[in-house]
């Protein structure tokens, strides 16, 4: 009997200013400045000024399968706001957002501590007179910024957004630009 072939599966910590597709016609930077295995491809996106866990596989079917909504995976978030959040302000996130005349499904919301991550290459926008705080942020649906969008939308615009983690996929300590293999991911 024939074994089945192996999958191939990676996490990528991805820098600010990349872009999650291995060509670009504007000659920015992109996966292939990173990733050197052939046939993997991302399980879903960040934006190019977004950070952080990026799982990059050949497997279809669990590619398929993190990315549907429907399977209710959970996909957490460090933002660093503009503003300090309120409880009513936390308690609507929690609740979902209206955007673009549909609701987000609930969400997991805390205020947390200054995260220690790395220094970013371009700094995030500054205003002396309006402090910044940090929410870690869990979303089951992945709409184009979301969560950019759904902080926005109670009033507290997210100067940087950091994935660290995809269900049971954690980023950990790997560093920005690195990756590395794993194994199958449980789901």
């Given at each position: 009997m024939r074994k089945k072939p192996e999958h191939t599966y990676v996490i990528f910590n991805k820098p600010y200013g990349v872009l999650c597709q291995y060509t670009d016609q504007l000659g920015r930077k992109t996966l292939k400045d990173y990733i050197h295995f052939k046939n993997i491809y991302p399980v879903g996106r960040l934006d190019m000024d977004s950070?952080?866990?990026?799982?990059?596989?050949?497997?279809?079917?669990?590619?398929?399968?993190?990315?549907?909504?429907?399977?209710?995976?959970?996909?957490?978030y460090i933002a660093q706001v503009e503003g300090?959040?309120?409880?009513?302000?936390?308690?609507?996130?929690?609740?979902?957002?209206?955007?673009?005349?549909?609701r987000t499904l609930p969400t997991k919301v805390k205020v947390i501590e200054e995260p220690k991550v790395w220094e970013r290459p371009v700094p995030i926008r500054f205003r002396k007179t309006v402090p910044t705080s940090w929410i870690e942020i869990a979303i089951m649906e992945g709409q184009n910024h979301q969560v950019k969008r759904m902080?926005?939308?109670?009033?507290?615009?997210?100067?940087?957004?950091?994935?660290?983690?995809?269900?049971?996929?954690?980023?950990?300590?790997?560093?920005?630009g690195r990756y590395m293999m794993i194994p199958k991911p449980r789901v």
């Amino acid at each position: 009997m024939r074994k089945k072939p192996e999958h191939t599966y990676v996490i990528f910590n991805k820098p600010y200013g990349v872009l999650c597709q291995y060509t670009d016609q504007l000659g920015r930077k992109t996966l292939k400045d990173y990733i050197h295995f052939k046939n993997i491809y991302p399980v879903g996106r960040l934006d190019m000024d977004s950070e952080g866990l990026l799982l990059l596989t050949d497997d279809g079917d669990l590619n398929h399968w993190l990315a549907s909504p429907k399977n209710r995976m959970y996909k957490t978030y460090i933002a660093q706001v503009e503003g300090i959040p309120t409880d009513e302000q936390i308690l609507h996130l929690r609740k979902g957002v209206l955007l673009e005349g549909r609701r987000t499904l609930p969400t997991k919301v805390k205020v947390i501590e200054e995260p220690k991550v790395w220094e970013r290459p371009v700094p995030i926008r500054f205003r002396k007179t309006v402090p910044t705080s940090w929410i870690e942020i869990a979303i089951m649906e992945g709409q184009n910024h979301q969560v950019k969008r759904m902080t926005a939308a109670v009033g507290l615009p997210c100067l940087r957004l950091i994935r660290i983690s995809i269900g049971h996929i954690l980023l950990g300590n790997l560093e920005p630009g690195r990756y590395m293999m794993i194994p199958k991911p449980r789901v």
